[in-house]
């Protein structure tokens, strides 16, 4: 294929796309024009007049909004079908111009992030989660399903900048007697060629038959996408959730999609590919963000991480509860028809424990705690009073000393406040009286000596766990006084307003808040899933009891040491729900020179990993530098500089968590194209140009320290360095 034809065809497709972004301007000016005339509309104050203005303006800013994330690359995509019966619905073609040279009665669509029609409405661009875009993804040579050319469209902005062809069916141009133009090696492998950038490209013009079943598989139920490296997990994940709120708005946008990912860096990484398939109100959330005002990045040591991870910390957090509040008072004292009554330290802990055994939630049982020290004080009054209890309890229930007291040996506990006990080694000693050894005790009490205002990610899930055994207090409402006994509810009187279904669906403030820690998710994205302790599961859990889920994930990149654990929560997480896996064998992201290399090491520790098959060689072998341990600084920064000349996109220097301050500090301030992260923060990364520091100290730091290591091995679209101080961790 000469270039002549290739700047030919690129300029058939500009044509296209130059009518495509003239109709994308004309909707445009009619939605701002809507917008106008709906705050025209408010001149006339009358109540009609203001819910027409509201529905105008609300439907024009919606339309405005996804006309304008749909600009970059809007048009990215084109299949040329079999010549069959006509369509009535598609556009004229030009048998004049190559762009439209498809087989006599053969459909030409074109692809793309937004569905438009022209005036006359025939379609010029189909979304690409449309049935009819399906063939697109899904064809291939052996079975085109209709396809005779698939082309991918490249574009920046309005400007088509080159085009790439797969020829699918050739019998169908033998049968037509005509040629059509097919330009390129194949989309794929172009695509791959192509530089990242800090933020994920999206693959929606490149995504394979085997990841779009995945994408389009059914809504309900459990959706497991699994494979290893560079084989599109996330892309896909990604794709899905958008074709999901494509194909039933009204419910995913309604009651909402949360994804989560293991790092802020990972989020940061793809939350702008959601809104360049069309979708922006999807809820993405770091592990350590979960938890309504409390974010956290710090990383426990692994072995830290693992204890907090596991699901013995449940009935660790149960006994901590039981615990006596810091600043409790010991001791009470009332004066009551001239006698005088106590309460020592032993009679108020043995209240406690009686009411920790009756009660579920403290947070809600304090009308509970106020009857049981009353019943108490009655236990203790003088023998031969003539007292009337009912007299004694509600005139007890209305003394500020009394109140007092109460609030504060039975408070209403904030569950980060709680997980800041536990830097007393005491606390920590007793809640894990049966599991933990000294030195785990001293571990543990010395990384929550920072708490509340110092939480790590593995912290986040145990406040969660907390919140939920503290459970929520009692509404506030009216306080009744006289009258009351000891066997009155003293929660007050609840009393609501009142509003109907529609009101609370069309109020704007009502739809786009929700409640703190919301639990009714339609559909829950979980990535990086082999990473996900079985704390972290029971969290994800509360979010989405009633949802359908997508869950990403490769064993063998696990960091977690009982995957088998984590494995049984994450099942019991969804229980009930039917799953449907996806298995996923191709890897697009590594050079088959790195992943070779990478394959070799982890088997070391994972000799059945899930290996797939990477699809392209570049020459570039991987790179393996010894240097000693005091010309560190000088290598890392040789070896970047070497790595910006070779690349044309970002670079990643992965090294041990103890170590990435340290490396950080060599490079600052750091290049826009180059990113310090450790091991755990690579997990879901990708990078041109990658240099691994120290990969004997990112082995040795945890007991899944090589399944870590392959997760940075495997972070390189082109080009990998590794930096060591000896051969030992290559000959190991």
Partial sequence: MSEVTRQTEIAAEQ?????????????????????????????????????ERDAMVYHAAQRLRALDAEYEGLVFGRIDLRAGPANPDAPP??????????????????????????????????????????????????????????????????????????????????????????????????????????RMRDIVSTIQREQDEAIRAPASGVTLIEGGPGTGKTAVALHRAAHLLYRDRRRYEGAGVLLVGPSPVFMSY??????????????????????DGITSD?????????????????RFLQRLLRQEPPGAPTSLRIVYGGQVLRLGAADLDRVRRQLHQRVQHPNASGPEARRALVQALWAVRPPGVTWSTKTFAAELYDRDEFERFAHAWWPLLAPADVIGWLGDVERVRDAGRDWLSNPDVAALAESWQGAPADLSVADIALVDEVRVLLGAPPRPGRRRTRGRSMGIDFAGDDIRELSTVTDR?????????????????????????????????????????????????????SAWPEPEEARRAQLETVRGKQIRRFHLTTNYRNSAEIFEFAAQVVRRSVPDADLPVAVRRTGAVPEHRIVPASDFEAAVRSAVAELAEAVEGTIGVITAAARRSEVAGWLAPLDGRVQVVDGMRAKGMEYDGVLLVGPDEIA?????????????????????????????????
């Avoid at 937004?114 to 875009?133: E, K």
């Avoid at 793809?270 to 938890?291: F, Q």
């Avoid at 730091?701 to 870590?708: D, H, K, L, P, Y």
């Fill in 15 to 51: 044509r296209h796309v130059d009518v495509v972004y003239a109709r994308l301007e004309s909707m445009r000016a009619e939605a701002e024009r809507m917008q106008r005339e709906g705050f025209r509309m408010a001149r006339a104050r009358t109540p009609g007049s203001l819910v």
């Fill in 93 to 198: 073609t030009n048998p004049a111009d190559p762009a439209d040279a498809a087989p006599p009665t053969g459909e030409t669509r074109h692809i793309g992030r937004l569905g438009l029609r022209d005036r006359d409405y025939h379609p010029l661009v189909i979304d690409w989660r449309a049935p009819g875009a399906a063939p697109f993804y899904q064809a291939t040579a052996e079975q085109p399903q209709g396809v005779v050319r698939r082309r991918v469209i490249r574009c920046r902005g309005a400007t088509v900048l080159d085009v790439e062809d797969d020829l699918l069916d050739v019998d169908a141009l033998d049968e037509a007697g005509s040629a059509v133009a097919v330009v390129g090696d194949g989309a794929l492998l172009a695509t791959l060629a192509r530089a990242k950038t800090e």
């Fill in 270 to 291: 793809v939350e702008r590919v959601l809104p360049s398939l069309g979708e922006d109100t999807a809820e993405l959330r770091s592990l350590g963000a979960m938890v």
């Fill in 298 to 314: 710090r990383l426990d040591p692994p072995k830290l991480a693992a204890i907090k991870g596991s699901l013995r910390m449940r």
């Fill in 505 to 557: 669906y069309y109020s704007a403030p009502e739809r786009a808040s929700r409640p703190d820690n919301y639990d009714g998710y339609a559909h829950v994205l979980v990535d990086e899933a082999q990473d996900v302790s079985p704390m972290q599961w029971r969290m994800l859990g509360r979010r989405g009891g009633q949802a359908s889920w997508t869950i990403v994930g490769d064993a063998a990149q």
């Fill in 700 to 732: 040795a730091e945890s007991a899944a320290g090589i399944r870590v290591l392959y997760v940075g091995l495997t972070r390189a679209t082109h080009r990998l360095v590794t930096l060591a101080d000896s051969k030992a961790w290559l000959d190991d």
